[in-house]
T-cell receptor, first 113, second 112 residues
Framework: NAGVTQTPKFQVLKTGQSMTLQCAQD?????MSWYRQDPGMGLRLIHY???????DQGEVPNGYNVSRSTTEDFPLRLLSAAPSQTSVYFC????????????FGQGTRLTVV | AQSVTQLGSHVSVSEGALVLLRCNYS??????LFWYVQYPNQGLQLLLK??????LVKGINGFEAEFKKSETSFHLTKPSAHMSDAAEYFC??????????FGTGTRLLVSP
């Protein structure tokens, strides 16, 4: 089925470990983004990309890296996980110029102990 | 800078009662406004959007919202709540280009 696919759905990390959250979309969307969702804080933008090879920082980029080597994929990397990064992460994509049609993945629940 | 304020982290209604979820926005330019719904363990789903056309916007599942510029509000309503409406609802604002700014969310509880 077409849409945004995030893997893994759940992950537990130890402090200091690294990992990559995967996000892939098969709708040929140019715009992709990563959000984190924390209780009482809604969703906050981490990084976004307006096309392959182009990324930019959102509201809360510290501790995260991204790259966009292809249109389909937009991985989010945690180089050295911290307990403050315990959160639910959502990837979204949309066609450039149509912000109302953002598609969200089902989320990755990350716990850092 | 744009922002969104959702009043009430939790709203409880009885089945069949009116649903009213409040959202106020701040934006320096005419905004685009959105309501999303999140069911447990799922991603966000767009309920409705305002993009400077009609001020009363109808969405899915019987929800609607009215854009009131004078009050900088975009409250979400539904005449009669259903048990299946229990979820978390997020208001969001955008000044154009997909950089959505979300409110903190309102959890709707529906009792029989």
């Amino acid at each position: 089925n077409a849409g945004v696919t995030q893997t893994p759905k759940f992950q537990v990390l130890k402090t200091g470990q690294s990992m990559t959250l995967q996000c892939a979309q098969d709708m040929n969307h140019e715009y992709m983004s990563w959000y984190r969702q924390d209780p009482g804080m809604g969703l906050r933008l981490i990084h976004y990309s307006v096309g392959a090879g182009i990324t930019d920082q959102g509201e809360v980029p510290n501790g995260y890296n991204v790259s966009r080597s292809t249109t389909e994929d937009f991985p989010l990397r945690l180089l050295s996980a911290a307990p403050s990064q315990t959160s639910v992460y959502f990837c979204a994509s949309s066609q450039t110029g149509d912000e109302s049609r953002a598609f969200f993945g089902q989320g990755t629940r990350l716990t850092v102990v | 800078a744009q922002s969104v304020t959702q009043l009430g982290s939790h709203v409880s209604v009885s089945e069949g009662a009116l649903v009213l979820l409040r959202c106020n926005y701040s934006s320096s330019v005419p905004p685009y406004l959105f309501w999303y719904v999140q069911y447990p363990n799922q991603g966000l789903q767009l309920l409705l959007k305002y993009t400077s056309a009609a001020t009363l916007v109808k969405g899915i599942n019987g929800f609607e919202a009215e854009f009131k510029k004078s009050e900088t509000s975009f409250h979400l309503t539904k005449p009669s709540a259903h048990m299946s409406d229990a979820a978390e609802y997020f208001c969001a604002v955008s000044e154009g280009f997909q950089k959505l700014v979300f409110g903190t969310g309102t959890r709707l509880l529906v009792s029989p």
